[in-house]
């Protein structure tokens, strides 16, 4: 775009000014259009103005997709906050360390979600900087809590003009949101990112991925990730195009939504993918014309089933990381085995290279640790400047930790994950970060957590668990108890109790020993 909006609010009010009448969001049986859309994000802009709520302010949401986190995330950013988006999965604990570190002020919050009380979590946490909570719910609020209707409805106090000014104050330089992403330490870490990175970036990964004004984005991916937040609802708002979101995935609700809202675009993890074969889903005639996935290896027999049993017209593979939101991706006219075998090729403006354990820039077809250079890398971590000095250099290349390969194209090929992370269901886990969790059951004295294949979810956590002297745990006791201590995607799948953990001269452990020693298990 020749002259892009400077901020993410300011982007949906260009929308509203291109495709007002346009479809731009399905939640059952309900649309609303672009201008309908923006006249419902001023008024929530107005109700965080209403609070005080202002430049250099935080606000969480904490929340499955649906059309009120976009309200909240919208409106915040529209009224100078910057947006804290958290998981839905995560425990109490996690998500009150998370609210305290980003100094969060309001968190907007899911009320009841997949049978848990989401209040209740927080319930107990010291949190002395949040000074308002609001949830999506219609029970009766709990202490200290209010209704997002209530809190829309103060609104009234503040003039049109009020919230116009709000808007003109938001430049492209200013933080438009800290998401935290997990670290090889264990410790979250905070990404910070801006306004104008955001929306040059993903305006430039729609034009990449082709997506149009009139396309219905079927958005499964959460909006706390990236990929359901920027990639997602902000990329249909770049583009015009109509957010669909889904709360929670499942494969009949997936398969329902394509039917009845007549999806044309359908991003996700190669599991998604998957699962709508594995249920035998036939949409060759439905209109689906582009997938967009990542985070694994794309075989080039699941490319051609989802062409001729889902009816792709186009597929598409990137690579991308919360630190830099895209990285690279495929283009329209690629071939099934650059789409299959790569993660396609660096996004304009963006430079990538592969260097060796000295640092050095290593030839095409040799591998080296990824680094990426340009307008989309994070300007750093909260609060972190050592975290942010060991991932950026000082010539601001970002050390991905990610090893691959470039070819003579340019295209990326990962092979290997970042550290000993691995991907279960199409989310990242950090052993070291759960074993930190782990750590804190009474009865173990030392874990390691290493991530093996699963028929299902691609990869899942097995932890080697070193009981404390006299302790009598049982593996099933310290399943459950980690069930209700972190969210359930980094809950082992597997303990496995042993008497020591194999590590090298340094004492580091070795995880590859730890997964060889998984093979003698019954699968």
């Given amino acids: ?191 910070v990112c801006t306004h104008g990175q955001s929306i040059r970036l993903f305006t430039a990964w729609a034009q990449t991925v082709d997506l149009r004004h009139g396309d219905r984005y079927l958005i499964v991916n959460p909006f706390f990730h990236t990929f359901g937040y920027k990639a997602g609802w902000l990329a249909c708002v770049l583009a015009g195009a109509t957010i669909v979101p889904l709360p929670v995935f499942d494969v009949g609700a997936v398969q329902e939504a394509i039917r009845r809202h007549h999806i044309t675009f359908l991003p996700g993890p190669p599991t998604l993918y998957q699962a709508l074969l594995d249920a035998n889903a036939d949409f060759a005639s439905s209109g689906l014309r582009v997938a967009v996935t990542g985070a694994a290896m794309v075989p080039p027999t699941l490319v051609r089933r989802m062409q001729a049993e889902l009816g792709f017209e186009q597929i598409l593979t990137g690579y991308g990381m919360t630190e830099c939101g895209v990285i690279s991706l495929c283009r329209t006219n690629d071939t099934i085995e650059h789409i299959a075998h790569s993660s396609g090729r660096a996004l304009p403006g963006l430079e990538v290279k592969c260097i060796d354990a000295a640092g050095a820039e290593v030839a095409p077809g040799t591998a080296g640790e990824i680094l990426v250079r340009g307008f989309g890398v994070m300007r750093g971590y909260l609060d972190d400047p050592a975290a942010t000095a060991a991932a950026i250099d000082a010539h601001g290349w970002l050390h991905t930790g990610d090893i691959g390969v470039l070819d003579d194209e340019g295209y990326v090929c990962i092979t290997d994950r970042k550290s000993d992370m691995f991907i279960s269901g199409g989310f990242n886990c950090y052993p070291a970060e759960i074993e930190n969790l782990l750590a804190r059951h009474p009865a173990i004295e030392r874990v390691a957590v290493v991530g093996l294949p699963d028929a299902r979810l691609g990869e899942v956590g097995w932890a080697y668990v070193v009981p404390r002297a006299g302790s009598a745990v049982r593996p099933d006791d310290i399943i459950d108890w980690a069930r209700s201590e972190m969210a359930n995607y980094k809950v082992p799948r597997q303990i496995v109790l042993v008497t020591d953990l194999p590590v090298n001269a340094s004492g580091k452990v070795l995880r590859r020993e730890l997964k060889e020693r998984a093979k003698d298990f019954p699968s």
């Avoid at 059309?67 to 947006?83: F, T």
């Avoid at 570190?101 to 949190?127: C, E, M, T, W």
């Avoid at 000014?165 to 935290?180: G, H, K, T």
Wanted: aromatic share 8%.
């Fill in 1 to 191: 775009m020749d002259h892009p909006p400077p901020s993410i609010p300011a982007a949906l009010v260009r929308a509203a000014s291109c495709f007002g009448n346009s479809i731009a969001l399905i939640e059952g049986d309900e649309t609303w259009n672009f201008t309908r859309l923006l006249r419902d994000v001023r008024q929530t802009a107005a109700a965080f103005l209403a609070l005080g709520i202002g430049p250099g302010d935080r606000v969480a949401i904490w929340a499955p997709n649906s059309r009120v986190w976009i309200l909240a995330a919208c409106g915040a950013q529209w009224a100078g906050a910057a947006l804290v988006p958290l998981n839905t999965r995560l425990k109490g604990r996690e998500a009150a360390d998370m609210l305290r570190r980003a100094q969060v002020k309001l968190v907007v919050s899911a009320g009841q979600f997949l049978g848990i009380d989401y209040p209740a979590l927080l319930a107990g946490h010291n949190l002395p900087g949040l000074k308002y909570r609001i949830f999506i719910d219609d029970r009766p609020p709990a202490a200290g809590w209010r209704r997002f209707d209530d809190f829309v409805a103060g609104a009234s106090i503040i003039s049109e003009a009020e919230v116009d000014a709000a808007l003109a104050r938001v430049a492209p330089d200013d933080v438009s949101d800290i998401i935290f992403t997990s670290g090889t330490t264990g410790a979250p870490k905070g990404a």
